[in-house]
């Protein structure tokens, strides 16, 4: 049974920010006086932030990263990637794949599979510097789930960021359905954070490959123009009326003049500063 120190410290785990879970660690170390089994029993918590964040690893040997995901696991820490198909073992606390073997998901839909895994890459490659994807047939093979992460860290300049997406698609009906979420953490000499979260559907105008991740190309740069109005509208709005339009004189400040300005008397509304 969960105490409440237990559900306190999941809590942090499962809200960490954008590159950032080694940090979190590092806290609850210094608050557990580094007890080794206060994260040992936190695995679920790692496994469930390591899922929903889809996570990457690089496989012993390999150059490219492999996402971890719910639609891709295999149960008892092993997942699998299609694009080279291997099945591996993953370590939920130190974010590291070992012990690879050949593996490929029996499906029907292996040729949709491949096909979407290539041209997937490439639409991703051309609007994110960073990313990983993954193409997973679902266990009943009847939906094959396109999933894409890609993050962006500058801690020296005090922020993180990720952008992760998720989407379904029904290979009889060629209708797709899924997520969008954006994450960014924001923390010099302040701690602020965006969260947002979109669900998108749509239907190709085919099931072939192309026109499928074209579609999602198309469903992702919309939600990125709104996010990109809703910021201007949030700077030009919002934060504007935060803002004081004039000083507590109600006159405006001429600022090619302020240097001749007598503080007690000029600034202060006019008023003589003798008696």
């Known amino acids: 049974m969960a105490t409440s120190k237990d559900s306190m410290i999941s809590s942090f785990i499962e809200a960490a920010p954008p590159g950032e879970l080694p940090e979190v660690i590092n806290d609850i170390k210094s608050l557990t006086d580094n007890d080794q089994r206060v994260l ?9 932030y390591n899922e929903e964040q889809f996570t990457t690893a690089k496989l012993p040997g390999g150059s490219q990263g492999v996402v971890i995901s719910p639609f891709n696991s295999l149960g008892d820490g092993r997942y699998y990637d299609s694009a080279s198909k291997t099945c591996f073992s993953f370590d939920q606390i130190t974010q590291t794949a070992s012990s690879p073997q050949p593996y490929s998901p029996e499906t029907r839909h292996s040729d949709l599979v491949t096909s979407l895994q290539d041209s997937f890459s490439a639409q991703s490659s051309e609007h994110y510097p960073t990313y990983n994807i993954g193409v997973y047939p679902s266990e009943k093979d009847d939906q094959i789930a396109l999933v894409l992460v890609a993050n962006k860290y500058s801690p020296n300049n005090f922020w993180n960021g990720r952008w992760r997406s998720q989407y379904l698609l029904d290979p009889s009906s060629g209708a797709l359905t899924g997520t969008i979420n954006v994450d960014v953490h924001y923390y010099e000499d302040g701690n602020v954070r965006m969260t947002t979260s979109k669900k998108v559907s749509s239907s190709p105008a085919t099931a072939q490959a192309v026109a499928i991740t074209r579609t999602i190309t198309a469903l992702e740069r919309k939600y990125h123009e709104d996010l990109n109005r809703a910021f ?14 004039l000083p507590v004189t109600r ?25």
């Open 232 to 245: 201007s509208n949030l700077s030009e709005g919002v934060f504007k009326s935060l803002r004081r339009q």
């Open 40 to 48: 040992k029993t936190q695995e679920p918590a790692f496994q469930k």
């Open 251 to 275: 006159q405006k400040v001429e600022w090619e003049k302020v240097g001749g300005y007598r503080l007690g008397q000029d600034i202060g509304g006019g008023r003589s500063a003798a008696r």
